[in-house]
């Protein structure tokens, strides 16, 4: 009996380490890729900061932006392997209808992903960007930074991108009955303090930030309210005929 446990735990270990290979792989191979045609990636980035002048303040620097630049950029070309490789790992020890809710997790989470970094590079970085811009006097000129526009936009952009998951956390906790639309209701006026709270922390050190991403997840958040009444109530149904 411990023989096969011992077996099962160094077959579970090796597969770990094949999918931790080939996902480590893949952000490699992608991140080079990136860096082959950082040029292209260098015009759709300073795309939302258009007109604006960049500089990097020591030798290393740009440098190092490109690099940081490549890696994440190979980090979200690489994404759908990585989750392939989740999959792969933990398909065998699911039950059918767990494999049907991850699938849809994995592929709703990508979609409310990209949904949120572009509305992150569409909206918010230009409002954002224009704001500061709008705040200069005639006698400072506004000279950026490239690695730090950089970690700006690489902030808000995965920030946006997370906090769009908050419909499918709810979509799932709702599923699995651990959560309730009056559950969601009683506690609105906490949730709204954590939205600003989460907000505050996830995005740059600026209102205007804030306030960009504090609006939408107040939106996600009804909506999210919403479609939970409709799966309750659709429950509540096939309860009643069943």
């Known amino acids: ?5 011992k077996q099962t735990i160094v077959e579970h270990l090796t597969e770990l380490r094949k999918r931790i290979i080939i996902s480590v792989l893949a952000v490699i191979i992608t991140s080079v890729l990136s860096y082959i045609y950082i040029d292209t990636l260098l015009d759709f980035i300073v795309q939302p ?16 932006a490109y690099l940081e630049i490549s890696f994440i950029t190979g980090m979200i070309l690489a994404s759908p392997v990585i989750l392939l490789q989740i999959w792969i790992f933990i398909k065998p020890g699911l039950k059918k209808h767990e494999r049907k809710y991850l699938l849809f997790a994995l592929f709703m989470g990508m979609i409310f992903f990209l949904i949120g ?6 909206m918010v970085i230009p409002l954002a960007i224009n704001f500061f811009v709008a705040m200069s006097v005639q006698q400072i000129e506004p000279l950026f930074s490239f690695a730090n526009y950089i970690r700006f936009i690489s902030s808000l952009l995965l920030s946006f ?14 599923q699995l009955n651990l959560i309730t639309p009056k559950t969601l209701k009683k506690y609105r006026k906490f949730v709204v303090l954590l939205i600003f709270v989460v907000a505050a922390i996830l995005t740059p050190p600026d209102i205007v930030s804030q306030v960009l991403m504090a609006g ?11 479609i939970s009444s409709i799966i309750y109530r659709r429950k509540r149904k096939k309860a009643v005929e069943g």
């Open 49 to 64: 900061a258009s007109g604006l002048e960049f500089i990097y303040l020591s030798p290393p620097e740009l440098f190092l």
């Open 1 to 5: 009996m411990q023989e096969d446990m």
């Open 161 to 174: 991108g997370l906090v769009f998951q908050l419909p499918l956390f709810i979509i799932l906790l709702s």
């Open 216 to 226: 939408p997840m107040l939106v996600l958040y009804e909506f999210s309210v919403i």
């Open 117 to 122: 970094a572009s509305f992150a590079y569409y």
